[in-house]
């Protein structure tokens, strides 16, 4: 029920904004403050997309929980798709996600509402899982086809012992 009301309320909010604007301003300065934050906030979000995501790859590269890491990179995302979004109230939102401190008040209420039960992944010191098979994985054996015939005949000689009778 509450994603409906978002998807109701938010477009009113923005045509009520876009009448304001567009009364006190007039329609092309209001155009072009629409274009101008959907370029300013492709380029911020760019910038601040390419750091959250150098802080995610040196999180796992050292092996330390990348939870906050993606969480703000989720929250770049999220900037991104709003300021590309058409609107006042959206860019509003948008912009206030590309400050730091908005994005770590807003991942700290979230982290309180979500308990993370364990996180794992290779300790320092621990072995790899190995890609190439070891020693103990290969059987040495021999083979040979056989036709059609050789497949009725019934065996010659006493069981092989890998079978029972």
């Given amino acids: 029920m509450w994603l409906f009301l978002i998807f109701v309320t938010i477009p009113i909010i923005e045509i009520a904004l876009f009448i304001q604007v567009g009364g006190w301003l007039g329609l092309w300065p209001t155009l072009g ?4 934050t959907a370029l300013l906030g492709t380029v911020l979000v760019r910038q601040q997309g390419l750091q959250a995501m150098g802080q995610i790859k040196s999180n796992l590269n050292e092996l330390r929980d990348p ?3 993606l969480a703000h990179g ?3 995302l999220a900037s991104g798709l ?3 979004t058409p609107g006042f109230f959206t860019d509003a939102v948008g912009f206030s996600l590309l400050v730091s401190p908005v994005r770590l008040a807003l991942f700290n209420y979230l982290r309180s509402k979500v308990t993370v039960q364990t996180f794992g992944g290779p300790t320092p010191g621990s072995q790899q899982h190995q890609t190439t098979p070891s020693s103990a994985d290969i059987i040495d054996g021999e083979f040979s086809e056989l ?5 009725q005949k019934p065996p010659s000689g006493p069981p092989s012992g890998w079978t029972r009778h």
């Fill in 67 to 69: 939870t906050e890491s």
């Fill in 147 to 151: 036709d059609d015939i050789d497949l």
């Fill in 33 to 36: 403050i629409v274009i101008l």
């Fill in 74 to 76: 989720a929250m770049i």
């Fill in 82 to 84: 709003l300021l590309l």
